[in-house]
């Protein structure tokens, strides 16, 4: 079964910094374009960043100089360093291939910014 966990996130002060990962099983996915996306409260879905098999990247203007997605191919993982957190980006965060057809989403993990 194709499954995506993510993990990393918690609470975090504005200004300050936190990993996030996501791991991917039953299948390598080191062949496939890979996005971090996020859910704020009571908004939809939206791209953070993303990462082709050749390590590309393409981020969105709100995080730009901020956020930096990664990938190691031979651990079929995909990290979100996440850095001068504002309390904007408090959000549910998603792993998932970034073109469709897309996994099942997973639980995702909860980033909160706040003082």
């Known amino acids: 079964q194709v499954q995506v966990v993510e993990s990393g996130g918690g609470l975090v002060q504005p200004g300050g910094s936190v990993r996030l990962s996501c791991e991917a099983s039953?299948?390598?996915?080191?062949?496939?374009?890979m996005g971090w996306f996020r859910q704020p409260p009571g908004k939809q879905r939206e791209l953070v960043a993303r990462?082709?098999?050749?390590?590309?990247?393409i981020y969105a203007d709100s995080v730009k100089g901020r956020f930096t997605i990664s990938r190691d191919n031979a651990k079929n993982t995909v990290t979100l360093q996440m850095n001068s957190l504002k309390p904007e980006d408090t959000a549910v965060y998603y792993c998932?291939?970034?073109?469709?057809?897309?996994?099942?989403w997973g639980q995702g993990t909860q980033v909160t910014v706040s003082s």
């Open positions: 998932n291939t970034y073109f469709p057809p897309r996994l099942p």
């Open positions: 039953g299948r390598t996915f080191s062949s496939y374009t």
């Open positions: 990462i082709t098999p050749s390590g590309s990247t």
